[in-house]
């Protein structure tokens, strides 16, 4: 009895929340009334599907077929094939898409940090095997980026993951010394140059045959995780692995499961 009433307490202050400051879903603008997640209703957060299985083993990016792996688990994309990353492997664990994408920018660019907690519990709940892991880093914000933003989305993620799995957190070690653009304004050929020479360690002796899991919000071009894990790896580290909550895809090989939804939610987003 005692627990029933503990658990249904934060749903009853909620409502009561919501119906003295009415909140929107930032999706769909249905009103929110006992939704456990800030900013969006539970009908719109439950339509965050996961990538296709069919992807590279290296830089998890999704092949156009499944018939990609399905006789060779370990196949890699043409672009890992003629340029290795620095790291072993990369997870990256959803599409890029609205609500996701909503809730990301919501999250990084204006500072509605309660939404931490619930994309970590999305990171956590597909989680791969990473029982070889001895450090967790989040990819460092530059300090000027830093200061106007006031927090690192990467560690907020990666605080709660390094809590799930029991796996200390380095935040301090790894650090961007080099201000430069936004990736998202740059070509690829820009990125790599914008990006070259960016990351350095505070105590490079500190990570010394360490196996580590880089943590960032969102997977594009993977420019910045693998100079980050090239960082690493030349200053004596074990095998760097990657995981990132989002990624950005092309539209042809998004799953016609999700663009249903995503017409649904957002009309017009096939065009007319």
Sequence with gaps: ?????????PGFLRQAVRFLLPVECAVCGSPLTDDPIP?????????????PHSRCARCARPFASPVA??????????????????????WTLYPYLSPLQDAICLFKYRGKVALAA?????MIDRLPPLDSVDLIMPVPLHIQRLR???????????????????????FANLIRIAPSPAQTTLSRKGRLKNLRGAFAL???GS????????IDDVFTTGTTVNECAKTLRKAGSGNVFVLT??????????????????THHTPGLLGD
């Design 1 to 9: 009895m005692t627990r029933s009433l503990s658990e249904s307490v």
């Design 39 to 51: 900013h969006f209703c539970t009908g719109c957060w439950g339509t965050i599907a996961s990538l």
């Design 69 to 90: 792996t399905a006789y060779s688990p370990n196949h890699v994309c043409q672009s890992c094939a003629e340029r290795p990353p620095s790291y072993s492997k990369a």
């Design 118 to 122: 619930p994309l970590a519990r999305l």
């Design 148 to 170: 106007e933003r006031e927090f690192n989305q990467s560690l907020l993620l990666a605080d709660r993951i390094g809590a799930h799995l029991d796996t200390p957190v380095s």
């Design 202 to 204: 505070r105590d490079p």
């Design 207 to 214: 990570i010394a045959g360490k196996r580590i899991l880089l």
């Design 245 to 262: 909550l989002g990624r950005t895809i092309d539209a042809g090989m998004i799953p016609d499961r999700i663009l249903v939804r995503q």
